[in-house]
């Protein structure tokens, strides 16, 4: 940044991204029309469109590399879901297009940014040599 302040941490920005995206899928979810199908989707959109904020916190203090990355296969998990709802929602026209497109691809980025990073680590892990119990 040319004005002297430090960039921040990419860990920082994808976390603030999901959380962006989760205070978006509320809002959403807020504006789903008060049917049956509607008051169902809304519930499983709102509990998997919010969980990714929790479990990326959670995989950053990760106890280890394999903590790490189950934790972000569980975002990657919810994400999916959080997805497969949002096509549900444009599918059944309960909400227009225009409204639902921006969200989607948002998640199916943060879907591709969170499958890289869990591959990223995966290889990562495979790198280092096994650590070896001192002899007692």
Same mark, same amino acid.
């Given at each position: 940044m040319s004005n002297g302040e430090p960039r921040p941490h990419?860990?920082?920005?994808? #976390?603030d991204r999901i959380?962006?995206?989760?205070?978006?899928? +509320?809002?959403? @979810?807020?504006?789903?029309?008060?049917?049956r199908l509607g008051r169902h989707i809304a519930a499983q959109l @709102?509990?998997?469109?919010?969980?990714? @904020? +929790?479990?990326? /916190? /959670?995989?950053?203090?990760? /106890? #280890?590399?394999?903590?790490? @990355?189950?934790?972000?296969?569980?975002?990657l998990k919810e994400?999916? /879901?959080s997805r497969g709802w949002i096509r549900l929602l444009i599918r059944t026209e309960l909400l227009p297009l225009k409204k639902l497109q921006p969200l989607l691809d948002e998640c199916e980025q943060l879907m591709n940014i969170i499958g890289r990073s869990i591959v990223t680590a995966k290889r990562a892990g495979?790198?280092?040599?096994?650590?070896?119990?001192?002899?007692?």
């Open positions: 990419p860990a920082d920005i994808l #976390s959380l962006d995206c989760a205070a978006r899928v +509320g809002k959403l @979810v807020d504006a789903i029309p008060d049917t @709102v509990r998997s469109g919010t969980s990714p @904020v +929790g479990n990326y /916190e /959670e995989a950053r203090s990760g /106890e #280890s590399r394999r903590d790490f @990355v189950h934790k972000l296969g569980i975002c994400l999916r /879901e495979m790198k280092e040599k096994p650590r070896r119990r001192p002899k007692t």
